[in-house]
């Protein structure tokens, strides 16, 4: 059974970086076309998609946020990180990991989310 798990700081200040790791059991990051995202939700607003590592190592970013996200990975540790830099209270939300498959062209497999905060 394959499972993502969020971690992290659940506060920030602003213009700080903010680290959060998803840490996958049951499958390997490196496993043939399955692509490892990152996705919030603000309040009351609907999914925004942040960008993904893949397989391979590429990645690629939402263009509203790319200046700011970085996607990287631990395949040892069989980990995925965000960092997102010069945070705002705007970035205020609740934090996905969640793989997307190639295959069936879905995302299949999501964490249970992590608020993070933005405050002084």
């Known amino acids: 059974q394959v499972q993502l798990q969020e971690s992290g700081p659940g506060l920030v200040k602003p213009s700080q970086i903010l680290a959060l790791t998803c840490t996958v059991s049951g499958d390997s990051i490196t496993t043939n076309d399955y692509y490892w995202n990152w996705i919030r939700q603000p309040p009351g607003k609907g999914l925004e998609w942040m960008g993904y590592?893949?397989?391979?190592?590429?990645?690629d970013y939402s263009p509203n946020l790319k200046s700011r996200t970085s996607i990287s990975r631990d395949t040892s540790k069989n980990q995925f990180i965000l960092q997102l830099s010069s945070v705002t209270p705007e970035d205020i939300a609740v934090y996905y990991c969640a793989r997307f498959s190639g295959a069936t062209n879905d995302y299949d497999i999501w964490g249970q989310g992590t608020q993070v905060t933005v405050s002084a």
């Open positions: 590592i893949s397989y391979k190592g590429n990645t």
